[in-house]
């Protein structure tokens, strides 16, 4: 699996969870982090080269694009360059979204770039649910985390602001469509209220792979639970950083980071 940076850990989390005896390689790229502000284009490329890389080198049977902008960029490309499962973090959380509202009225905040790509609206759209559909950009959000400031009153002040529309449209149901949000869910719930749910693709992304791995017979059965599964974490940026970071959001299972190069 891979992200921009370290926020996909929130669904390496989930699939450790519930997939326990899988072996997993995360990819951060957090040496060109981060992609939200890029132009799509370069997203699919360093996707591209990530999936290579992750089939190529280690052999992955399946690849978790745990990451919303990569995912709206790249994840039809990969899918038709590729034999191997291709998931993205997209389409689960959406049905994870849908399932979650009753009034009808639902809402995706993610980066500028996510926003753009169409993605979600796109998603949407092909449920065919009767829904009406609210977006927002939320540019500075990521910045905000990535210096640990997750509930300050100047974060607050933004979220103020960038979930007006959300808030104007009504929405009971809002999806943190980047991997950095759930980490403010403290401060978008105080925004939106306490009867909007927020939800976070992780979960639903996790229950998609186990499922493609059912389905397709790839699921590793040590048929004991053992939880054996090794993890290996692998980072383009500042390994010492990523270690600690990493460490604080994923937890134990992250001690060991291995430094990348692009060339
Ligand atoms: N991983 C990105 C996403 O989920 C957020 C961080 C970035 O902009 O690189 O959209």
Same mark, same amino acid.
């Given at each position: 699996?891979?992200?921009? !940076?370290?926020?996909? +850990?929130?669904?390496?989390?989930?699939?450790?969870?519930?997939?326990?005896?899988?072996?997993?390689?995360?990819?951060?790229?957090?040496?060109?982090?981060?992609?939200?502000? /890029?132009? +799509?284009?370069? @997203?699919?490329?360093?996707?591209?080269?990530?999936?290579? +890389?992750?089939? $190529?080198?280690?052999?992955?049977?399946?690849?978790?694009?745990?990451? &919303? &902008?990569?995912? %709206?960029?790249? =994840?039809?490309?990969? /899918?038709?360059?590729?034999?191997?499962?291709?998931?993205?973090?997209?389409?689960?959380?959406?049905?994870?979204? =849908?399932?979650?509202?009753? &009034?009808?009225?639902?809402?995706?905040?993610?980066? @500028? !770039?996510?926003?753009?790509?169409?993605?979600?609206?796109?998603?949407?759209?092909?449920?065919?649910?009767? @829904?009406?559909?609210?977006?927002?950009?939320?540019?500075?959000?990521?910045?905000?985390?990535?210096?640990? #400031?997750?509930?300050?009153?100047?974060?607050?002040?933004?979220?103020? /602001?960038? +979930? %007006?529309?959300? /808030?104007?449209?009504?929405?009971?149901?809002?999806? =943190?469509?980047?991997?950095?949000?759930?980490? =403010?869910?403290?401060?978008?719930?105080?925004?939106?209220?306490?009867?909007?749910?927020?939800?976070?693709?992780?979960?639903?992304?996790?229950?998609?792979?186990?499922?493609?791995?059912? $389905?397709?017979?790839? @699921?590793?059965?040590?048929?004991? !639970?053992?939880?054996? !599964?090794?993890?290996?974490?692998?980072?383009?940026?500042?390994? #010492?950083?990523?270690?600690?970071?990493?460490?604080?959001?994923?937890?134990?299972?992250?001690?060991?980071?291995?430094?990348?190069?692009?060339?």
């Amino acid at each position: 699996m891979f992200d921009s !940076g370290f926020g996909g +850990l929130t669904v390496a989390r989930a699939l450790i969870d519930l997939l326990p005896d899988e072996d997993l390689v995360y990819f951060g790229d957090t040496g060109r982090y981060p992609y939200g502000p /890029r132009p +799509l284009e370069d @997203v699919r490329e360093f996707a591209r080269q990530i999936t290579r +890389l992750l089939v $190529e080198r280690h052999d992955v049977k399946m690849v978790v694009v745990a990451c &919303n &902008n990569a995912s %709206a960029a790249a =994840l039809d490309t990969l /899918r038709f360059e590729h034999e191997v499962p291709v998931v993205g973090v997209i389409d689960p959380g959406v049905r994870a979204l =849908l399932t979650a509202t009753r &009034n009808r009225r639902v809402g995706v905040i993610a980066t @500028v !770039g996510t926003v753009a790509s169409g993605a979600y609206q796109r998603a949407v759209a092909a449920t065919r649910a009767p @829904v009406h559909l609210q977006c927002a950009a939320c540019p500075g959000f990521v910045e905000f985390v990535e210096r640990g #400031e997750t509930d300050s009153e100047d974060v607050h002040v933004l979220a103020e /602001r960038l +979930l %007006a529309p959300v /808030r104007e449209a009504g929405v009971d149901a809002l999806l =943190l469509g980047c991997t950095h949000y759930p980490f =403010l869910a403290h401060t978008i719930g105080d925004v939106m209220g306490r009867d909007v749910v927020l939800v976070s693709s992780a979960d639903e992304t996790a229950f998609e792979v186990r499922s493609i791995l059912d $389905e397709t017979g790839l @699921v590793r059965r040590s048929g004991r !639970g053992t939880g054996k !599964g090794r993890h290996m974490f692998v980072s383009s940026g500042d390994v #010492e950083s990523f270690k600690r970071l990493g460490g604080r959001l994923l937890g134990p299972e992250l001690d060991e980071v291995e430094a990348f190069t692009w060339d």
